[in-house]
């Protein structure tokens, strides 16, 4: 496939995205499904991809502030966008949606109050982080079809371990269909599986984003093998009536690579190349921060 030919797949894939959901029309005050004009640069647009070690957990304020620093400096055209794939230590946070009430434990893991879109949710070791530090202006010119694109991502990406996942104009994230057990099925829209087992769904992902001067920062969280357990103290994103799973839950390797790696390759297929540079903070200004 030549360069002109990876463009043009990954301007049709944007576009595929966008239409595949409902994008916000500001000037109408209405959702359609006409899909926006997308703002993708796929010749100039060059994402850096960051790792920090699954052995280092990332002091979520610390997060936090790296981020806010750099999407002030991507929307001043000082520094590239960013993916930076990292695991926190045990915490709860609060998007700007929060209710008290669904903090189920307060004194289990410290609660950070952040002013990503959302409700309460988890973070820990076992869960892949992914903060993205877009230009959703330049890229997409709406918020909706950015948020639509990071779900068509995620989708992508549980597929390469052949997890059908869906998404849900009323409810946020990414939900596995289960069958009692917890295993794997495929439904249709009546909740059934094509042998007649009815299904419901557990959440394996997370969406929560903010922006500032139109650049994204904070993300999704993706399950790959947390302590379930831990999302007991919280109503996770005010949710009742579903549970939680996890690659490891539904049987899938729990290989930290294997997911950054599909991560990475999905994300190049629809929103163009990257380079891999230092995870921030790197390691030295973690321990300083810590003591």
Not at 236 to 242: A, H, S, W
């Given at each position: 496939m030549n360069t002109s030919q990876i463009h043009e797949t990954q301007a049709l894939r944007?576009?595929?995205m966008c239409n595949t959901r409902f994008c916000y029309q500001r000037s109408t005050l209405h959702f359609?499904?006409?899909?926006?004009?997308?703002?993708?640069?796929?010749?100039?647009?060059?994402?850096?991809?960051?790792?920090s070690p699954s052995s280092t957990?990332?002091?979520?304020?610390?997060?936090?502030?790296?981020?806010?620093?750099?999407?002030?400096?991507?929307?001043?055209?000082?520094?590239?966008e960013l993916i930076w794939l990292l695991e926190h230590p045990p915490i709860y946070t609060a998007g700007t949606s929060a209710n008290p009430g669904d903090l189920l434990d307060t004194d289990?893991?410290?609660?950070?109050?952040?002013?990503?879109?959302?409700?309460y949710t988890y973070h820990g070791p076992g869960q892949q982080v992914i903060y993205v530090m877009l230009d959703v202006k330049r890229r997409f010119g709406d918020v909706r079809c950015f948020v639509s694109a990071m779900e068509a991502w995620m989708l992508d990406t549980l597929r390469s371990f052949e997890i059908e996942a869906i998404t849900h104009r009323d409810r946020v994230g990414v939900w596995v269909p289960v069958d009692a057990a917890g295993n794997h099925h495929f439904q249709d829209d009546d909740q059934k599986t094509v042998t007649g087992i009815h299904t419901t769904e557990e959440k394996i992902a997370a969406i929560g984003i903010?922006?500032?001067r139109w650049v994204s920062f904070h993300g999704m969280s993706l399950n790959v093998d947390p302590d379930l357990s831990h999302f007991d103290g919280i109503v996770?994103?005010?949710?009742?009536?579903?549970g939680t799973t996890s690659l490891n839950r539904l049987g899938r390797p729990n290989d930290r690579k294997a997911v950054q790696d599909a991560l990475r390759r999905n994300?190049?297929?629809?929103?163009?190349?990257?380079r891999t540079c230092q995870a921030p903070p790197p390691a030295d200004a973690i321990a300083s921060h810590l003591q």
């Open positions: 944007l576009a595929q359609h499904q006409k899909p926006v004009a997308m703002h993708h640069d796929t010749h100039t647009a060059i994402t850096d991809w960051a790792v957990a990332v002091p979520y304020d610390f997060a936090v502030r790296e981020m806010e620093q750099r999407a002030v400096m991507i929307s001043e055209g000082r520094a590239a289990r893991f410290p609660i950070f109050k952040t002013g990503r879109g959302g409700q903010r922006l500032k996770p994103c005010g949710i009742t009536q579903y994300f190049e297929i629809a929103f163009g190349p990257t």
